[in-house]
């Protein structure tokens, strides 16, 4: 189930709601300075009160001359354990880079993991479960993709950039 919304570039999660006798959708705007959130009665109209308050958010900081966006410092804490985090030393002194340079990998990686699952998912119309794999004959910024299952029930191989 997704309950994230897009709309000129912001993100915002829906979650349903249910008090004093009602029961309603209700947003927020997700990485931006300010606290933005709208409701909706039914599905039907969630995605247009969203995207009717990212317009006014837009509209009123470009009225304050704000810029909308929070920024991103490009830079966060990962709580990975400490066996997880011995490990992916352990591999960095091998490989001779940061460990800092494994984890951004590894964030590149799922992006285009998850680019690529959305991606098929829409060619299929239905969810597909992936194995996916740096293919190491290639390029390394090339991915196999194994997806199994498939309209047909066949398995399928993708490869994506």
Same mark, same amino acid.
């Given at each position: 189930?997704?309950?994230?919304? @897009?709309? @000129?570039?912001f993100?915002?999660?829906?979650?349903?709601?249910?008090? %004093?006798g009602? *029961?309603?959708?209700? /947003?927020?705007?997700? /990485?931006?300075?300010?606290?933005?959130?709208?409701?909706?009665?039914?599905t %039907?109209?969630?995605?247009?009160?969203?995207?009717?308050?990212v317009?006014?958010?837009?509209?009123?900081?470009?009225?304050?001359?704000?810029? !909308?966006? @929070? !920024?991103?410092?490009? *830079?966060?804490?990962?709580?990975?354990?400490?066996?997880?985090?011995?490990?992916?030393?352990?591999?960095?002194?091998?490989? /001779?880079?940061?460990?800092? %340079?494994?984890?951004? #990998?590894?964030?590149?990686?799922?992006?285009?993991?998850?680019?690529?699952?959305?991606?098929?998912?829409?060619?299929?119309?239905? !969810?597909?479960?992936?194995?996916?794999?740096?293919? !190491?004959?290639?390029d390394?910024?090339?991915?196999?993709? #194994?997806?199994? @299952?498939?309209?047909?029930?066949?398995?399928r191989?993708?490869?994506?950039?």
């Amino acid at each position: 189930m997704n309950n994230t919304l @897009k709309y @000129k570039g912001f993100t915002a999660v829906v979650q349903f709601c249910c008090e %004093d006798g009602e *029961s309603f959708l209700w /947003g927020k705007i997700e /990485g931006i300075n300010d606290l933005v959130t709208f409701e909706a009665d039914n599905t %039907d109209s969630v995605a247009s009160e969203f995207e009717a308050a990212v317009d006014d958010y837009i509209e009123t900081c470009e009225m304050v001359g704000k810029k !909308p966006e @929070k !920024p991103m410092s490009g *830079s966060f804490n990962v709580r990975l354990g400490e066996r997880l985090h011995r490990e992916l030393f352990h591999k960095s002194v091998e490989e /001779g880079c940061k460990l800092n %340079d494994i984890v951004k #990998r590894a964030a590149e990686n799922y992006l285009v993991t998850a680019h690529a699952v959305a991606v098929v998912e829409r060619q299929f119309s239905q !969810p597909v479960a992936f194995n996916a794999k740096q293919n !190491p004959a290639q390029d390394s910024n090339v991915y196999h993709l #194994r997806a199994h @299952k498939t309209q047909d029930g066949d398995w399928r191989e993708r490869h994506c950039e």
